[in-house]
């Protein structure tokens, strides 16, 4: 129970140098971060609206649950493009770079659609425990052709494609990523003109 009698000291307003929110738990706290941006790029067909999309190379970093790991693993696995934000670079620019780096396409940031969060543990070196922050954009494609991207990105991305805007809630491995989709989806429904 608490102390509701006990004088507050100095020591008592000092803030913890870790802390930047107190509702943050503990875990977090000490816990890596990792700052992301990825894109949500549409392009207009007579077919419809179509989604950027990759699969990447190796096995992702985004934990999953056994029914979603039993079906990418019976089925390709597709992810919207993504990355860190390199020191000095804004998060809306770090997507437009991704996007180009991993699909081989251009487009254009019409807004921003939101972010996702989440904890992971690196398969990879230390194995620390990140706790991950992506901010998505919505991008209208302008050119370029999908998944002619640079040799040394083969490491990152088995391959770029576009997929029917209806199947990518299906499609999509993360469940942070088809929200991102539904989110677009709603922006060009109330934006007509894009």
Known sequence: MPDYDRRVTRS?????????????SVNLRHMIREISAGGVVMRHTPGGWQLAVIEPQKESAVPLSDS????????????LPKGLVDRGEKPVQAATREVAEETGITAIPVTKLGDTKYVYVRSWGDKERVFKIVSFYLFQYQSGEIDKIAPEMRIEVKRALWIALEDAAKKLAYGGEKDMVRRAEAYLKSHPEL
């Open 12 to 24: 008592d307003l000092v803030p913890d140098p870790f802390v930047t929110n107190s509702c943050v």
């Open 68 to 79: 979603a790991r039993q079906k990418t693993s019976q089925k390709m696995l597709l992810a």
